[in-house]
């Protein structure tokens, strides 16, 4: 499994996945799931991935043109005018990674399935996310679900839904991103430190700032123990429940 | 979809269940999914069931002999000794229910497939909480894991992992339960309102308190909007996150 986020601020981008993969439980292994490709000034893209890794890395490998020598590289994702085509070309690349290895590259729930997050701006265009299917089509972030998730989604996304905003700083995003971590890694096993980021500050087109938060890192264990006393202290500032006041009691057998 | 879950508490036992059935998401309808079978003085034993409707229900009428006229009708459910062994007969029901649908009855991923969520106390006995697999086996809540959820349990988990206290009062229990069942109705439309509950008070071997919080209860508004809130306090509370301090930025393009 896998978990990767990527939110969508007014000042910019934030992404952040771990780097757990696994086959059972007892073939587990650290990989990188997260991409960057740059040209400065121009267009600053990044790529998560989850799903299969072979699949994912025989993906970021083609859209690298790796099968080329390296001087006569000239990946079309650096060159392609818009986001929009970007995403069109990831998910083709997919679409076609996939069905090689599967008589049926429609089918989502394929051994060789993957997803991936595509976020970033090219001059000229706009700061944008995408969430790109195994079948290729893909769909874009908006003021309405201004977040994507893939992988183990659903143990961190309370925390997400309730306390986003689009104007919050990178420092409060990071801090809620972490949350949504620790949740989730504190229920599967196959979510793991180390996490990789990229805050991407928007209009910049070039790398913000990048790096891993390792599994020792003192802010991520402050988070961690901390948020555990914050939500029991949430939870005895609610109001009380009365048996006399609310859902007054009836009887009801049921059976038998 | 649904959401069960079963607490075993100091004082007793706490069952909570939704009402939704649905059958892709333009079927959908309410359904009771907590039954009980009573000898007063002598056992309470409370179900819970998430799956295939057809199924749990023909399980349930099983159980309450409901083929047998009337007056024939003696339920081993309210005879045999031990809870242990009203979990395997119900384990053995389910199993046949199962397979009398399906060409292979061992399949969880079946579409006949149902998991039931036992609970109560016999004289002479413990309190105590079983889930039972569509195999027919099942497992028992012990101090290390003493609540069980079944159907849509991902949302709801977190807030149970951190809040729950052996020897919490029936009312906190329930607030804690509301939270986890609010968390999960925000996130996933096919868990809803109304909700089931019982409280079993240890060694009172009747039924206790039994209601149903309808969608328009002013409590559950209340924790509901509240836990929005609180959550927010609590997540403003946690220590500030700092690029400069944490998690030292790298350069890494990583591609192209």
């Known amino acids: 499994m896998t978990y990767c986020v990527a939110l969508q601020l007014d000042r910019g981008l934030l992404f952040m996945s771990d780097t757990r993969t696994n086959s059972g439980v007892d073939n587990i292994s650290t990989f990188r799931k997260m991409v960057h490709f740059e040209v400065p000034g121009e267009r600053c893209i990044t790529l998560m991935t989850a799903g299969n890794l072979a699949t994912t890395q025989a993906v970021v490998s083609l859209l690298q043109e790796r099968s ?3 001087d006569e590289r000239s990946p079309d994702i650096l060159q392609l005018p818009t ?58 972030a908006s003021a ?68 891993r938060i390792e599994a020792d890192d003192p802010y991520f264990q402050d988070i961690s123990s901390g948020w555990g006393v914050a939500l029991r202290d949430a939870f005895a500032a609610l109001p009380e429940f009365s048996f006399e006041d609310s859902a007054a009691p009836h009887e009801d057998t049921g059976g038998a």
């Open 68 to 70: 080329k020598s390296p």
């Open 83 to 140: 986001m929009f085509q970007v995403a069109g070309l990831i998910g083709q690349t997919l679409r076609e990674v996939i069905s090689r290895h599967d008589d049926n590259g429609q089918k989502a729930s394929s051994t060789f399935s993957a997803t991936i997050l595509l976020g970033g701006q090219i001059a000229g265009g706009e700061p944008r996310i995408y969430l790109i299917y195994p079948e290729g089509n893909f769909i874009e």
């Open 144 to 211: 309405d679900t201004p977040f994507f998730q893939i992988g183990e989604t659903k143990y961190g996304r309370p925390i997400l839904v309730r306390a986003y905003e689009a104007d919050m700083s990178f420092e409060d995003a990071m801090k809620l991103v972490l949350v949504s971590f620790d949740s989730t890694i504190k229920a599967n096993l196959s979510v793991a430190l180390p996490l990789d980021y990229h805050v991407y500050e928007a209009d910049s087109l070039h790398l913000g700032r990048t790096g």
